[in-house]
Every structure is written in C-alpha cells, then in structure tokens.
C-alpha cells in the first residue's frame, strides 16, 4: 500500500501541492501539516482588506473545510513536522507520531525576522504574517491613534496605508535611502513616498530605531538612533522575514538562503521536494539561485512538484511576479531586475500610471507597473519567452506592446 504524500507547511504552497496532486489524478493519501489551527489561507488580503473590515475570514480561507474530506486530503492543524527521518521515509511530529511517505514536500514558509533591539517585547509590539497576528492587529487597530510602521517594504507600505485608510496618524520608519529600495528603481521608491506623504502619512527614511519605550509593560514610544522620537500605542514591525530551514538542515539537507533544491524543486534525498519561501533554486532570469517570496512563486512551484510526483516531471521555469496593493494603487512587478544596469519609464507617474522598465546588458529583465496591467500581463509575456525589446521601444507609448505577442 502506498504510503502516499505528506506535506510539511499548511500555507499556501502547501495547499497548492495537495490541490495540485488531486487535479493530476493523484490518488494515493494525501496528508497536509500545519501549524497554525486553521485550514489554508490567504495572506495578502491580511495586510490590506482583512484589516480594514471589508474582508472577514470566511473571505480568506483558500477551501472550505469540507473541501479537503471530499477529496480525501487529512488535514492536521495545530500540528508541526519536527524530524525528518530520512532511511525510514518517515516524518515526526511534535505529536509524538510518524507518518511513512514515499515523497515528502517541505513547505515550510518562513518566520519574521524579530526587532534586535530594546523594548521590542513590550506589548503593543506587533508583526503581521500568520491570521492570528492579523486579527491582534485588526482589534489593536480599533483603539490604537498613533501607529508607528518599522520597515518601508511590501507589508509596511500596505499595513501603513490600511491604518492611514481608516483613520490613524501613522509613521513609517525606513532604514534605507529609500521605500522598497531592494526590489525597487529609484523612480518607483520616490512615486510611493509622494503616494504615502500626499495621503498624510509620515515618512522617515534614513531612519534606524534604537529603542521602544513605555510605562506599565506597554509601548508609548518609538526612539531613533539620532534621538528623535515618536508617539506610539501601536508599533508594528516589517523588516523582513527569514526561511524556515531548521527541519531540513537537521535532516542533513544542504541549506544557503533557503534549503538547496534543483532545477526539479528537489532536494538532497530524490523523496524530498522544497517549495515556497523557504527553498532556494536555479532561477533563469535571474541567472542565480535566488528563494522568491510571493504567492504566484509558492503556487507554481507546488504545481511543479505536483506534476513530478505524478510522473510528469519538468524543470521549474515560471517567469516571477509579485504584486502590492497600497491605497487606490496597484504595483504589479514581473521578472527580476537583479543587476539591471538602465531604467526607461513608460507612461506618467504623474497620473499615477506608469512602468519602469529594467533592462541588463540590452535584454528586458523586469518590469514594475503602476496602474496599467496590459504593461504587467505583456511584460510577463515578454520576460518569459525572452522577446526581444529595446528601451527606445519601451519608452515609446506609441510603440504597441502587443505587436510583438502576436
């Protein structure tokens, strides 16, 4: 009998792979650990929508539960893979049980990276990644005034404009030059500063936290390295998140930046698979091993991995994209401008619709949209066949996109 496929992460890599499996015509057991104690969900709504209170939970679940009885996926909540025990093909649980597989996915995700510095356990200190963090937040919210936002990237920028959107002052805190300065050209970065000030949100940049403060084990301040401060009974933290590498490096797998994988999503052992935040593989368009943390790379992979499993093996190739929703705006990014050496921009940041286009050594390597998705549908089309482009074209508004699609 076979011992079917356990997947360790109920996120939604892990979702996606026993979703995938199902709709390949897997039909052994199916077995998805999570450990927080709900079915799969969405965590970009958690940041914009759910906060807000135009989304309820109901909304973010991926499938209801009785989605995953029908098609015979156990699901096992509140419950962590802890050891991989690779010559048995074996994973235990912090239950104490061992679950036999003949393929194993590890979808482990990953965790926030924690503020080093003093105060941060004050209560008011708030991260948002898992429902749970975002219903603290979502209820913090309701009482809080004064919101300080450490960190300038994707989830600060977007927790930042929930909070300003219902009503809250609110600070961000950014230790760079500049708002999503690694993902991010200049002329983007600069856009969304004027986004965020014009909308009354402040905006520190070159500005390092030292300390939190408060009275009676809660936060009231948040103190920069140069002394200035700011008021706070809410402080909320985005600086990044790190990959849950842990269960893989005790299990003897090669781990970097994420656990090691190839161009197959495979690990070390042939019966292991690594998808999502916390795995690291040969990416073309980057020309490197890159770990990508976005919703179309978790599910894409999963669909990689799934096929394999199901005897359709193929290399992982998906051309990345990202989104983020800030305010009325939608920045939508195709490829990776790793190393990109010229920015044109197409259309008007003005009007708050606009592409940067990144070219490296005269190929299109990446393109961040702003308002304008036909750009981001034909840039993933472009980017992914390897079309060629120029920046004169890119430029010209009167040049069709579309032409050379067809």
């Known amino acids: 009998m076979s011992a079917g496929v356990?997947?360790?992460?109920?996120?939604?890599?892990?979702?996606?792979?026993?979703?995938?499996?199902?709709?390949?015509?897997?039909?052994?057991?199916?077995?998805?650990?999570?450990?927080?104690?709900?079915?799969?969900?969405?965590?970009?709504?958690?940041?914009?929508?759910?906060?807000?209170?135009?989304?309820?939970?109901?909304h973010v679940w991926l499938r209801p539960e009785s989605y995953y009885s029908s098609r015979n996926i156990r699901i096992l909540s509140s419950e962590r893979v802890t050891a991989i025990e690779t010559p048995e093909h074996r994973a235990r649980l912090a239950s104490g049980t061992a679950i036999p597989y003949d393929a194993l996915v590890v979808a482990t995700g990953a965790s926030n990276r924690m503020l080093p510095?003093?105060?941060?356990?004050?209560?008011?200190?708030?991260?948002?990644?898992?429902?749970?963090?975002?219903?603290?937040?979502?209820?913090?919210?309701e009482q809080a005034q004064r919101v300080v936002v450490i960190g300038g990237g994707f989830i600060g920028l977007e927790i930042a404009a929930s909070a300003r959107t219902l009503g809250k002052t609110v600070t961000v805190l950014e230790a760079l030059p500049r708002l999503m300065a690694r993902v991010v050209a200049p002329i983007v970065s600069e856009f969304f500063f004027r986004v965020h000030t014009t909308r009354d949100v402040e905006v520190l940049l070159n500005s390092t936290v030292r300390e939190i403060r408060g009275s009676g084990g809660r936060a009231g301040e948040v103190v920069l390295q140069d002394g200035a401060s700011r008021p706070a009974d809410l402080v909320i933290a985005g600086i990044g998140i790190l990959?849950?590498?842990?269960?893989?490096?005790?299990?003897?797998?090669?781990?970097?930046?994420?656990?090691?994988?190839?161009?197959?999503?495979?690990?070390?052992?042939?019966?292991?698979?690594?998808?999502?935040?916390?795995?690291?593989?040969?990416?073309?368009?980057?020309?490197?091993?890159?770990?990508?943390?976005?919703?179309?790379?978790?599910?894409?992979?999963?669909?990689?991995?799934?096929?394999?499993?199901?005897?359709?093996?193929?290399?992982?190739?998906?051309t990345p994209w990202f989104w983020s929703d800030q305010f009325d705006l939608r920045l939508q990014m195709a490829g990776l401008p790793a190393r990109h050496d010229r920015v044109v921009?197409?259309?008007?940041?003005?009007?708050?619709?606009?592409?940067?286009?990144?070219?490296?050594?005269?190929?299109?390597?990446?393109?961040?949209?702003?308002?304008?998705?036909?750009?981001?549908?034909?840039?993933?089309?472009?980017?992914?066949?390897?079309?060629?482009?120029?920046?004169e074209q890119a430029a010209d508004e009167g040049f069709q996109l579309k032409r050379l699609l067809d």
Do not use: M, W
């Open 345 to 391: 921009v197409r259309g008007h940041p003005e009007e708050s619709k606009f592409s940067a286009f990144y070219f490296r050594n005269g190929e299109l390597c990446a393109v961040d949209s702003v308002n304008r998705p036909a750009d981001h549908l034909a840039a993933r089309r472009l980017i992914g066949n390897g079309t060629a482009l120029t920046p």
């Open 117 to 141: 510095i003093p105060g941060a356990q004050l209560d008011g200190v708030c991260y948002l990644r898992t429902l749970s963090e975002a219903i603290e937040i979502k209820q913090r919210l």
């Open 6 to 58: 356990v997947i360790a992460g109920g996120g939604q890599a892990g979702f996606q792979t026993a979703f995938s499996l199902r709709a390949e015509g897997y039909q052994g057991p199916i077995t998805l650990i999570g450990e927080e104690p709900y079915v799969p969900y969405q965590r970009p709504p958690l940041s914009k929508g759910f906060v807000l209170g135009t989304q309820t939970e109901d």
């Open 243 to 318: 990959p849950n590498t842990d269960l893989a490096q005790e299990a003897g797998l090669p781990v970097a930046n994420g656990i090691y994988v190839d161009d197959f999503l495979t690990t070390a052992d042939s019966r292991i698979y690594a998808i999502g935040d916390c795995a690291e593989y040969p990416n073309p368009f980057a020309g490197s091993r890159v770990r990508l943390e976005s919703v179309q790379n978790a599910v894409e992979q999963a669909v990689c991995v799934a096929k394999a499993i199901a005897g359709k093996a193929a290399p992982y190739r998906a």
